[in-house]
T-cell receptor, first 111, second 112 residues
């Protein structure tokens, strides 16, 4: 069993839709949870991170962590074609070291 | 402030040759991480280095792979006697101590 599971997609939505991306994990020691966006042939860029359980909002993006269920989510409101990319969840036990990534979900937002 | 630089961006090697991948961290960043991304898979941690020290190499294959981050110059990931299974995208990230990792554009290694 992988430490972090993520549906690879692709997930296709029309412009303006609300997108829900999710990961589950097995290691209860994970404390820091991140979401990265990766465009084709580029390096990942950090979108958001949260520590422990709870919600965090940044513009059109909301990250949720439910440690009791070992489940994290990223919501994108009013999705745009420019949001089309692969979204990777990542997590660590301590700080920002040694990130453990999911496989990524490919998102396609059509105009 | 330039981002993380990696070169070459694309590298082609024949089986048995050596591959050297370079990573120049962002200015002021003393921590470097290497990750490997195989097709249809997420990034896998390989090694974490600080200047002149390997902090965590738990993700590095035991043979043929080595990494360094010298006092001067870029970090180097070295793969000796490459095999077809080494074909992947290799990403470097840098950070200040215990802070967000910034990723480079990656080096795509193809082994013929």
């Amino acid at each position: 069993q992988k430490e972090v599971e993520q549906d690879p997609g692709p997930l296709s939505v029309p412009e303006g839709a609300i997108v829900s991306l999710n990961c589950t994990y097995s290691n209860s020691a994970f404390q820091y949870f991140m979401w990265y966006r990766q465009y084709s042939r580029k390096g990942p860029e950090l979108l958001m991170y949260t520590y422990s359980s709870g919600n965090k909002e940044d513009g059109r993006f909301t990250a949720q962590v439910d440690k009791s269920s070992k489940y994290i989510s990223l919501f994108i409101r009013d999705s745009q074609p420019s949001d089309s990319a692969t979204y990777l969840c990542a997590m660590t036990r301590t700080g920002f070291q040694k990130l453990v990534f999911g496989t990524g979900t490919r998102l396609l937002v059509s105009p | 402030n330039a981002g993380v630089m990696q070169n070459p961006r694309h590298l082609v090697r024949r089986r048995g040759q050596e591959a050297r991948l370079r990573c120049s961290p962002m200015k002021g960043h003393s921590h470097v991480y290497w990750y490997r991304q195989l097709p249809e898979e997420g990034l896998k941690f390989m090694v974490y280095l600080q200047k002149e020290n390997i902090i965590d190499e738990s993700g590095m294959p035991k043979e043929r792979f080595s990494a360094e981050f010298p006092k001067e110059g870029p970090s180097i990931l070295r793969i000796q006697q490459v095999v077809r299974g080494d074909s992947a995208a290799y990403f470097c990230a840098s950070s200040p101590p215990d802070n967000e990792q910034f990723f480079g554009p990656g080096t795509r290694l193809t082994v013929l």
